[in-house]
């Protein structure tokens, strides 16, 4: 028998370092060749990394949310033959290409079965709740559903990786008879619990993108409000004729046909800025960032050349890459080169909101929800269907009076929506 040694693979666009994610094996498992062991992330995406061996896992070389270095160790593996390591001396360093990691000893190691295992048998029907300090993981959704059946997580076994408590946790939970310590505490019970969530993976990136974004970039909003009765009657218009051959329209693909269309005339916001370089460059291809919240958070697939799509083509384009998104399928290149943002709460969407610009982009397009309200026309009372277009810009690149201008030309052609398709 030998030793197989993965190492951080070199995923490519110069990147030296990786977070690793989550773990889908233990240490003892048996895997096959090509099964996925782990997922990594680096600025853009998420990443796969498969075994390119069968045999039996012997170590994991770090713990989800720890930054690993390109060529460190990433898993050890026993396999038939030779393998293609060798256990140095003690004394002397591993020689290898790259410094390995020293991999964690195993207590230290509790990562979830692997995905094509069934989940571990969950904890008997008494409820044994966690100790002082033992905080609960779990994702959000996860929590908003416990919360909503009167749960807490506390008192829930966590198969996932680190404890993490997964939907099957909570609904082996809810199948089990519970003890009086187990219910729910009253609305008007004093709590004195606390947890505390590390921020790993998307989050992280989320986080650290935000806040460079807010350091770094001169926001200003400007709102705007639109009258889009006539775009929501067209738009019911063609789904009731080609909605069964050609797919369902939403608003999106026809306030990307805006954005492309108003751009036209005002290419300083269909920019980007390097601003170590200072240089601006301005785009002729309209690449439209999607943002698209996902369980794990907000991610950003990216409309390429939306210049040359038509209604459904986008839409479809627009579909297939949220979905992705949501799934964590979408690509590095799915994930990067926008030029612009278009953000949107759906029915959540409020009133007025302050989106931020997606750096190194000018400009963030936010829509708010849609409205019946009475206004005036022509002197008349009437209902009305208003939306609100709540936007961002880089002020050391767009004025002022630019960007108003470029959002009445989006809401003159949404209010008149035969303009979107005149040449």
């Not at 993976?201 to 009765?229: C, N």
């Amino acid at each position: 028998m030998g030793t197989h040694v993965i190492k951080m693979p070199d995923i490519g666009e110069g990147i030296a370092q990786v977070e690793l994610v989550e773990w889908f094996v233990k240490v003892g498992d048996m895997i096959t060749e090509d099964q996925v062991v782990a997922d990594v992330m680096t600025d853009k995406a998420t990443v796969e990394i498969p075994s390119p061996v069968s045999g039996k896992v012997l170590a994991l070389g770090g713990q989800p949310g720890e930054v690993m270095a390109v060529g460190s160790e990433l898993i050890r593996i026993e396999v038939e033959g030779s393998g293609n390591h060798v256990d140095a001396p003690q004394t002397k360093a591993a020689e290898t290409p790259a410094a390995a990691v020293v991999a964690k000893p195993e207590a230290q190691q509790e990562v979830k079965p692997a995905a094509c295992q069934a989940p571990a048998n969950h904890e008997p029907a008494a409820i044994v709740p966690r100790q002082p300090g033992d905080k609960p993981l779990a994702s959000p959704a996860v929590r908003k559903r416990a919360l909503d059946a009167g749960i807490e997580l506390r008192y829930v076994h966590g198969s996932g990786p680190a404890g993490r408590i997964l939907h099957e946790d909570l609904d082996a939970f809810m199948s089990k008879p519970q003890s009086s310590a187990g219910q729910a505490a009253s609305g008007y019970a004093k709590r004195t619990d606390s947890e505390q969530v590390p921020v790993i993976g998307l989050r992280r990136k989320i986080a650290q993108r935000m806040q460079d974004a807010k350091r770094r970039v001169a926001h200003f909003s400007y709102v705007e409000e639109i009258d889009v009765t006539a775009l929501e009657a067209l738009r019911q218009q063609l789904n009731s004729k080609h909605g069964d051959s050609r797919g369902k329209l939403t608003l999106l693909p026809f306030l990307v046909r805006a954005l492309v269309v108003a751009l036209r005339d005002f290419p300083q916001i269909n920019a980007t800025y390097d601003d170590e370089a200072q240089v601006i460059t301005r785009h002729g291809a309209v690449h439209v960032g999607i943002a698209t919240q996902g369980d794990n958070g907000l991610m950003v697939p990216v409309l390429r050349h939306a210049e040359a799509g038509s209604l459904w083509a986008n839409a479809g384009e627009i579909s297939r890459l949220a979905n992705a998104a949501r799934n964590n399928k979408a690509s590095r290149d799915e994930l990067s080169g926008s030029t612009i943002t278009l953000t949107s709460l759906g029915a959540l969407g409020g009133i007025v909101s302050t989106p931020v610009v997606n750096t190194p982009e000018v400009a963030i397009v936010g829509v708010n929800r849609m409205v019946e309200r009475p206004v005036v026309i022509d002197g008349q009372i009437v209902v009305r269907k208003m939306m609100n277009l709540s936007s961002s810009f880089d002020h050391r690149v767009v004025d002022g009076m630019d960007a108003a201008l470029f959002i009445q030309a989006v809401r003159g052609l949404l209010e008149q929506p035969a303009c979107l398709f005149v040449e």
